[in-house]
């Protein structure tokens, strides 16, 4: 949470967000993609028996969701219906439960990037609206700055057509070159990301985790993934996530409680940030040395590397390879030196 919270005060952090984040902001009432899918089925002529046949209650899906969402939408164009029109006026039906203090708070009040697969435009709802940018595929890109910009990678209800919906969006989303497709990229590599609202086993997060993961093996960055799960997961498949796609484990701790305990470490990590930085610089800038009593501290480490990773992009600091291994000997050989006079 450390971490977390230091990439949020010196503007470094980015949400990866899915269906589960809207679904924790709606206190359950926004719909899964199954379940969007479903609501469409009944809005056909012999919609109970579609979906009986798509939802077997006995057996797995025949068809991957993006797969049945092109059925439905070709049975929709029967009927002079689109699909993404019909999943538009649903998802704009939904709204904001009451119980989001925690997370309007951090929204209103810090400066982050987020990306989302989901239609909604809730996130935009939880930030001021003077302060947040949506960018929608299909719409303006706005040039102007913003304390939130929410990049709604899959499309938004703002621009129905251009939304992802069927297999036929996916393939043409996976293998086009736009401007969300290269900002995906660039944010996965330039922040520390926290993914809410997902699966670890979805297999859009993993297709676009695996492009970073080959990105970061070829530079000088060190894991910057996070993945929120409300649920408990099994050490052992922490450790794979972590081997395969970089990405590290936070269990047992739901969206509400994730914001409320990031609030509360953020109001000492504020304090710190600033300072950690200004002398970081001035080990690296000026070959100065850290203290003693700040190297023993349990956090300093962390507080080293991620103000590196804070500086690099900012103050002029560009590592090679090389150079990256030579200062951590050099600072590894002063801690020894430390305990081992």
């Known amino acids: 949470m450390f971490e977390i919270a230091y990439a949020a005060a010196t503007k470094r952090l980015c949400f990866f967000t899915g269906t589960g984040f809207s679904k924790a902001v709606t206190d359950n009432k926004a719909p899964s993609w199954q379940g969007l899918l479903e609501v469409l089925c009944t809005q056909l002529p012999n919609g109970d028996e579609l979906k009986q ?37 649903i998802i704009a039906g939904v709204e904001l439960a009451e119980d989001n203090e925690d997370v309007s708070s951090f929204f209103s009040e810090q ?23 949506s960018l929608t595929p299909g719409l303006p890109i706005p040039r102007s700055s913003a304390h939130v910009k929410v990049f709604h990678v899959h499309g938004s209800i703002d621009s129905p057509d251009n939304m992802v919906v069927t297999s036929e969006d996916y393939f043409k989303f996976i ?4 401007y969300f497709s290269r900002k995906l990229s660039t944010v996965l590599h330039e922040n520390t990301v926290v993914i809410l609202g997902y699966s670890l086993g979805d297999a859009n997060l993993k297709a676009i985790i695996s492009d970073y ?19 408990s997961v099994d050490q052992n498949i922490k450790d794979y996530y972590y081997h395969c796609y970089g990405i590290r484990v936070l269990d047992n701790l739901d969206i509400q409680d994730f914001f409320r305990l990031l609030n509360e470490k953020l109001s000492k990590v504020r304090r710190i940030a600033e300072k950690s930085i ?17 190297i023993t501290l349990e956090d300093s480490f962390y507080r080293i590397i991620s103000a590196l990773l804070s500086i690099q992009p900012l103050k002029g600091v560009v590592w090679s390879l090389k150079g990256f291994q030579q200062w951590l000997e050099n600072f590894f050989r002063h801690i020894n030196l430390l305990a081992f006079p």
Do not use: M, W
């Not at 059925?71 to 164009?77: M, T």
């Not at 993961?213 to 649920?231: A, C, D, E, P, Y």
């Open 53 to 89: 046949s798509l939802f077997p209650e006995d057996k797995p899906i025949p068809l991957t969701l993006e797969e049945t969402a092109q059925v439905i939408a070709i049975k929709l164009v029967e009927v002079d219906k689109n699909i993404h029109e019909e999943v538009a006026n």
């Open 111 to 133: 400066k982050f990037r987020v990306i989302t697969t989901n239609y909604d435009k809730l996130t935009e709802e939880l930030a001021a609206k003077n302060l947040c940018q």
């Open 175 to 178: 293998n086009g070159d736009s």
């Open 213 to 231: 993961k080959g990105f970061s093996k070829n530079h000088v960055i060190s894991s910057n993934l996070f993945f929120v799960s409300r649920s």
């Open 278 to 294: 200004e002398s970081t610089l001035r080990v690296v800038h000026e070959g100065r040395r850290f203290k003693e009593t700040f």
